[in-house]
Nanobody
Framework: QVQLVESGGGLVQPGGSLRLSCAAS????????MGWFRQAPGKQREVVAR???????NYADSVKGRFTISRDNAENTVYLQMDNLEPEDTAVYFC?????????????WGQGTQVTVTS
């Protein structure tokens, strides 16, 4: 049982920054991968960034060098620092927790937070 709540979205000018937070209701294992996805109108949900329990990260090519994902297992929180935002980054951003169990992985999702980048 995992509940995820995102926060930090909003309206920002191109080139600006936002920091998204995702608070988990349950303890996040160091073996569990956390991530951020986004979905723009009319488009499929796509992965933005992932971080493993060991701290390894992976980013979509479109955000590499601009976004930074991090996690604080003690606080059950995952962050996404977004710098140099572009209009193409406009989307609803969803927090994802991929929880490993004895039966395999299970994905949990937050409700999403809106990020709008516009002049």
């Amino acid at each position: 049982q995992v509940q995820l709540v995102e926060s930090g979205g909003g309206l920002v000018q191109p080139g600006g920054s936002l920091r998204l937070s995702c608070a988990a209701s349950s303890v996040i294992s160091g073996r569990d991968t956390m991530g951020w996805f986004r979905q723009a109108p009319g488009k499929q949900r796509e992965v933005v960034a992932r971080i493993t329990g060991g701290g390894s990260t992976n980013y979509a090519d479109s955000v590499k060098g601009r976004f930074t994902i991090s996690r604080d297992n003690a606080e059950n929180t995952v962050y996404l620092q977004m710098d140099n935002l572009e209009p193409e980054d406009t989307a609803v951003y969803f927090c994802n927790a991929r929880i490993l169990t004895a039966l395999g992985y299970r994905d949990y999702w937050g409700q999403g937070t809106q990020v709008t980048v516009t002049s």
